[in-house]
């Protein structure tokens, strides 16, 4: 079992920034991937971002790239999302996750999901 908490979420103006924190514990996610999704509400759950733990590769959705950057540390088990240049439509709950395999952009290739934390970025 992998536990998964967020936190770094709140209310910021539109082009301000904000870094979200997600600490893994539990089974071992060293070898392997972590991504951000969001979901605003009456929306789907998207892709946001993923990090492979051990090769660094990053792969981010359309709507984020240049503006996002994801990243971890491992000796503290710990992803990071930095968000600059946030937009209204950048407000949704974003989770953070563990992908043991599959596309890296599929909700249904992510095993384990913290409870999520809200953003909301006002105009």
């Known amino acids: 079992q992998v536990q998964l908490v967020e936190s770094g979420g709140g209310l910021v103006q539109a082009g301000g920034s904000m870094r979200l924190s997600c600490a893994a514990s539990?089974?071992?996610?060293?070898?392997?991937?972590m991504g951000w999704f969001r979901q605003a509400p009456g929306k789907e759950r998207e892709f946001v971002a993923t990090?492979?733990?051990?090769?660094?590769?990053?792969y981010y959705s359309e709507s984020v790239k240049g503006r996002f950057t994801i990243s971890r540390d491992n000796a503290e088990n710990t992803v990071y999302l930095q968000m600059n240049s946030l937009k209204p439509e950048d407000t949704a709950v974003y989770y953070c996750?563990?992908?043991?395999?599959?596309?890296?952009?599929?909700?249904?290739?992510?095993?384990?999901w913290g409870q999520g934390t809200q953003v909301t970025v006002s105009s």
């Open positions: 996750a563990v992908r043991y395999s599959g596309a890296y952009n599929a909700v249904s290739s992510y095993a384990y």
């Open positions: 539990g089974s071992t996610v060293s070898n392997y991937a």
């Open positions: 990090i492979r733990w051990s090769e660094y590769s990053t």
